[in-house]
Nanobody
Framework: QVQPVESGGGLVQTGDSLRLSCAASGGTFSGGIVGWFRQAPGKEREFVAQ????????YYANSVKGRFTISRDKAQNTVYLQMNSLTPGDTAVYSCAAKATTRGPFGPDDSWGKGTQVTVSS
């Protein structure tokens, strides 16, 4: 089972940009969907964006639409999350998840990364 590994988090200021990476370890994302989720302190985990690996169909949460872009690089077996115009409200641990198929929502049976911290200062 492929294991997602996130990187690219850090501390930035309001209005800055950051790019997160989600690399496939021990397999590929082929045939499935890769999603980004985030969880802020004291809040539930929320969906951010997803991309279907084979046809690159994307879907975004309304809160990030127009500011975040999800993409994938087949050669690198990596999914990226480009985050622009960051605000303190984007501060959270960002996790990558991989589904082996394109059916159904993400759940505990899918492969989840450990997450990377993104902190946006005002």
């Amino acid at each position: 089972q492929v294991q997602p590994v996130e990187s690219g988090g850090g501390l930035v200021q309001t209005g800055d940009s950051l790019r997160l990476s989600c690399a496939a370890s021990g397999g590929t994302f082929s045939g499935g969907i890769v999603g980004w989720f985030r969880q802020a302190p004291g809040k539930e985990r929320e969906f951010v964006a997803q991309i279907a690996w084979d046809n690159e169909v994307t879907y975004y949460a309304n809160s990030v639409k127009g500011r975040f872009t999800i993409s994938r690089d087949k050669a690198q077996n990596t999914v990226y999350l480009q985050m622009n115009s960051l605000t303190p409200g984007d501060t959270a641990v960002y996790s990558c998840a991989a589904k082996a198929t394109t059916r159904g929502p993400f759940g505990p049976d899918d492969s989840w990364g450990k997450g990377t911290q993104v902190t946006v200062s005002s």
